[in-house]
């Protein structure tokens, strides 16, 4: 995607070829930085301060940190097993980082199963390496494909609006390309739309605690020209009841094999309301963010608590400069829940990169037949 009129991508191997590097993603919208990475340390703290944030660009920082952790691992080890052993070690600090995230774990579990195939300690560097772009490649790929079939929703409803009616499209938190490596899960269709000529408008949710919505959402879809306007979190209810939203479309950080989705905090709210007002309510995302193990995810999903200072505090651009200010008095406790879970029942369809399925175990076999046979 383009940023002041120059491609970007969320992570990339250096032109030294050894660091890694990232958009700080939390001087969004105010100041653009990239950082560099050089060790596993460096990704760890990435991932969890949240510098990157998405569950497919916590992936491919994970994939990228394996390939650094696999350079201290050619340092520190002089056979192919001690190698291992190290690199699963590492594997397991990427993982600690993040645990809700599914993207995170499935991109450490590829490159320790690949490189692991290696013989030699240097060819399994170079395999770390590999398997870093290629994590990257097919984020891409696949949220370029949700794109493509997603339209077809956002095309379906234009089709009975008047032509000069947008479609007003609702999202929650970030899932556009800052949340992967390029276009997007949930606005990827929006971006497809809106290149093809189809007149759309997003309402961007704040997404408290850490405003995703309004610091990043609002951001990139500025960069790309898209209509959009900036609510509260408890807004959305209020305009699904007076017509004033024809679809939501969010991403999601785990989904269930039977189609419970989980997502930053809030979203089950938005799906609650979008039911209730009969607002077709899709959530979109690429394979890689299925969890083939688990089947109940109100039940199983481990949910996320953060520091309650990030509800305690907010920061946003003074006089040029980032500054944080406290919102809540006294010595009073804060729970900072970060994500939750949206039954399957809620979910209108699931966009993935091979197409639009039911948020059902049936339908996602169909789509994904393979993944069933593999476990």
């Known amino acids: 995607m383009l940023v002041d009129g120059k491609p970007y991508r969320t992570v990339w191997i250096e032109e030294d070829g050894t660091t890694v590097g990232i958009i700080d993603q939390r001087k969004l919208p105010f100041t653009f930085e990239t950082v560099s990475l050089k060790s596993t340390g460096d990704a760890c703290y990435a991932i969890r301060e949240m510098l990157v944030r998405g569950a497919g660009c916590i992936g491919a920082v994970a994939a990228h940190g394996m390939y650094l952790a696999a350079q201290e691992c050619l340092k520190a080890t002089v056979s192919p097993e001690s190698f291992d052993e ?73 089709s009975k609006k008047g032509k000069n009616d947008p479609v007003n499209i609702l999202t929650h938190c970030n899932a556009g390309w800052l949340a992967f490596v390029d276009y997007g899960s949930a606005t990827a269709p929006i971006y497809a739309a809106h290149d093809a000529g189809i007149p759309v408008h997003v309402w961007v949710d704040e997404t408290r605690p850490r405003n995703q919505g309004a610091r990043l959402t609002a951001w990139e879809l500025a960069q790309h020209g898209v209509p959009h306007t900036v609510i509260v979190d408890n ?12 679809l939501c479309i969010t991403g999601t950080d785990r989904t269930t094999y039977t189609g419970d989705v989980a997502n930053k905090i809030g979203t089950y709210l938005k799906a609650l309301a ?41 920061g946003g651009d003074y006089e040029g400069g980032e500054r944080e200010v406290k919102l809540v008095a006294g010595d009073s406790p804060v729970a900072n829940y970060a994500f939750d879970v949206t039954p399957a029942r809620l979910v209108s369809g699931l966009i993935t990169e091979r197409g639009i399925c039911e948020a059902d175990e049936t339908d996602i076999r169909r789509l994904f037949p393979e993944k069933f046979s593999e476990s």
């Not at 209020?238 to 004033?244: D, N, R, S």
């Not at 688990?294 to 309650?308: K, S």
């Open 274 to 314: 979008a039911k209730d007002n009969d607002i077709p309510f899709y959530v979109a995302l690429p394979s890689s963010t299925f969890d083939w193990k688990t089947r109940d995810g109100v039940r199983e999903i481990p949910i996320e608590e953060r520091d309650g200072t990030e509800v305690a505090w907010i």
């Open 235 to 246: 807004v959305g209810g209020h305009l699904m009841q007076h017509g004033e939203v024809d």
């Open 86 to 158: 190290l690199l699963a070690e590492k594997g397991t600090q990427l993982c600690e980082t993040r645990p809700t995230a599914m993207n995170l774990a499935w991109a450490v579990e590829r490159a320790l199963a690949e490189v692991g195939g290696e013989d030699c300690t240097q060819a399994k560097v170079v395999r770390a390496g590999g398997v870093a772009v290629e994590v990257a490649d097919e984020d891409a790929e696949w949220c370029h494909s949700i794109g493509k079939h997603g339209f077809s929703v956002i095309e379906s409803i234009f």
